[in-house]
């Protein structure tokens, strides 16, 4: 078994919370692994732990069997760690053309170059609007990204990780609060990946969980609760208990 | 095949804003046009010029890179007096090349101070910045010896520029110089602003955390536009001394920062062309406001910045919008005839 990311007794401590306690995931190559837990389980920190966003107080993350845990957020992504953002976060001011522009101009090493201009690489060129046709955006090219529909910033926003040609993508709830059509575009693409690409999927949507996972880690209360085949979970008491308890409450 | 061409067209756009404006092309050829036009104005059209440059340098950084700067004079005056010292000293003595000395020197100071702005949020950056200006201000005004102190650098003499051209009473080799430089360093800037650099530079702007999570080394971009920019400032405050052969301490002053700001607030930011509408029509205000009420001007200049603010850049540009119509008319026009000819070929 090869692990595309691996976390050591991870801790993340904010004062007195504890925000992730002991976490040590492992995500296997080209797995399609899935991340539950209830509101407030510390879903999104550990994502932030892994980017590099937040330091953890203890513990180590390998990444390919590398430590990673002390290095910058944009060097993870170089090294094929990417992810998506439960709330979009996009450049408004830019367009769909730009914002991918940016992300595939950056994989390839120009973003620091400042004579040649984006567009004037053909094959550059032609793989931005190949990724913006896949995802359904060709006819919003050249909006700006502020007045697109809803759906489709949620599309751009994935669209954005995968022009970095990710081998590990963490999806943070990516079919959030998206119109039914859209949901089903990006299902069909998140499906499509190649097979080497490892996926984390960090949802709510047990539907979307279920249809998709191979491999489920539950989270609860910063803590590994219990890992298995989609099959155990669903039929695991106390995951329900607490997924139960949980839905009872909101 | 087809879908393969159609997706280079497109993907083309992504060059396309780098093409010249024919409202662009208009704008420089009255800017050039103007040194011949009026002849009895090199003097204001110079500081306009300087003005303009120094502006476009801070667009740089807030319009592109969302970096506000309360302290922009600290380059301005840095490249100036280096300017001055160069030579008053003679170290080096044609202005040209005293000019990129004096550019490169404001670009150091710009790389060592850019770690101060890297942190922090836009207050705490207006404040560092502003610090930085009034230190260095404090610093000419303790070293008289070198500077000259309250009094200002005086004895400077500027030799000819290129050995060939006398820097003449009129102003008349000043404003062509000043004009010359501003189009050199506006073409190096709006390329600047059209490349992949220039690109991930807007998207820090838009959404820092963002740009991180594609792999933009945030921090770096900053630290180099931040260094450009510098140097922008550093010759803008270069051509002041080398146009003027005086230097003093109001080149570092806060309010010469301030003005800056209000330049782009007039102009807007992030097209470039901002600074330099903003500083044709903050001077134009200023000589114009001066002359009608010597004491009272800047209460003129108060009301129309409010106004400004009040009416909104959209309705404004709203107003425009007939020009620009016509603007874009004439541009696919010419691209149409380009493309026909092309194709001819």
């Known amino acids: 078994m090869v692990l595309a990311l691996q976390t050591l007794d991870l801790d993340k401590r904010f004062g007195g919370i504890v925000a992730a306690n002991g976490v040590s995931l492992r995500v296997e190559k080209g797995a399609r ?36 845990t002390h290095l910058q957020p944009h060097k993870r992504v170089k090294r094929g760690l990417t992810r998506t953002f439960q709330i979009n976060q996009l450049f408004s001011d830019l367009t769909p053309l730009e914002t991918v522009g940016l992300a595939v101009s950056e994989r390839r090493g120009l973003g620091g170059n400042w004579w040649r201009l984006v567009g004037s690489r053909p094959e550059l060129a032609s793989e931005v609007v190949g990724i913006l046709e896949r995802f359904g955006l060709a006819d919003v090219l050249n909006e700006r990204t502020a007045t697109l529909p809803y759906g489709k910033q949620r599309l751009l926003e994935i669209a954005l990780a995968i022009a970095s040609q ?20 990006i299902l069909g693409i998140v ?7 490892t996926v984390l999927l960090i949802e709510h949507d047990m539907d979307l969980v279920f249809k998709f996972a191979t491999w489920i880690s539950v989270l609860v209360n910063g803590a590994l609760f219990v890992e298995g085949r989609p099959e155990a979970i669903a039929r695991d008491l106390r995951v329900r208990e607490v997924y139960l308890g949980e839905t009872a409450h909101a | ?133 009034l230190v260095l201000r404090e610093i000419a005004n303790r070293y008289a010896w070198l500077t000259g102190g309250a009094d200002g ?8 520029l290129l050995g060939l051209f006398r820097f003449d009473m009129f102003g008349r080799t000043a404003h062509a110089y000043a004009l010359m430089v501003l189009f050199v360093l506006f073409v ?25 999570a594609v792999g933009v080394p945030v921090n770096t971009r900053l630290i180099i536009v931040y260094t450009i920019a510098a140097f922008y400032a550093g010759v803008a405050g270069a051509l002041l001394t080398q146009t003027t052969a005086f230097s003093s301490l109001d080149v570092f002053s806060f309010e010469r920062s301030a003005d800056l700001l209000l330049v782009l607030i007039i102009g807007g930011t992030g097209y470039l062309y901002g600074g330099l509408i903003g500083a044709i029509v903050f001077k134009l205000m200023q000589d114009y406001l001066s002359a009608l009420t010597p004491q009272y001007w800047p209460f003129w200049i108060g009301l129309v910045l409010v106004l400004i603010v009040l009416v909104g850049r959209e309705r404004f540009s709203n107003w425009t919008l007939p020009v620009r119509r016509l603007a874009a008319r004439l541009d696919r026009r010419a691209s149409r005839a380009g493309r026909v000819t092309a194709e001819g070929r």
């Open chain 2, 188 to 212: 190096l800037a709006r390329r600047i602003a059209h490349s992949a650099f220039g690109l991930s530079l807007r998207a820090i702007k838009a959404n820092a955390l963002r740009a991180t």
């Open chain 2, 1 to 133: 095949m087809k879908a393969q061409t159609t997706g280079n067209a497109r993907g083309r756009q992504l060059a396309s804003a780098a093409h010249w404006h024919p409202l662009e092309i208009l704008f420089w050829l009255a800017a050039f046009a103007s040194y011949y036009l009026l002849p009895s104005k090199h003097l204001i059209l110079t500081e306009i010029a300087i003005l303009a440059l120094f502006a476009l340098s801070l667009d740089l950084i807030l319009g592109y890179a969302g970096i506000v700067s309360l302290g922009h004079a600290a380059f301005f005056g840095f490249g100036a007096y280096v300017a001055g010292l160069l030579a008053k000293h003679q170290i080096v003595t044609e202005p040209l090349f005293a000019l990129v000395v004096a550019g490169m020197a404001a670009m150091l100071l710009g790389f060592v101070t850019s770690f101060l702005v890297l942190r922090g949020s836009d207050l705490t950056r207006i404040m560092v910045t502003l610090g930085v200006a």
């Open chain 1, 33 to 68: 692994h899935a991340l539950i837990g209830p509101n407030g389980a510390g879903k999104t920190t550990l994502v932030n732990l892994l980017t590099g966003l937040l330091q953890p107080t203890s513990g180590r993350i390998l990444l390919d069997g590398q430590d990673v």
């Open chain 2, 153 to 160: 650098l005086q004895g400077v003499s500027i030799e000819p």
């Open chain 1, 166 to 185: 990710p081998s590990v993508l963490l999806l943070d709830e990516p079919a959030a609060g998206v119109p039914e059509d859209e949901r089903h575009a």
């Open chain 1, 191 to 197: 499906g499509s990946l190649p097979k080497d690409v």
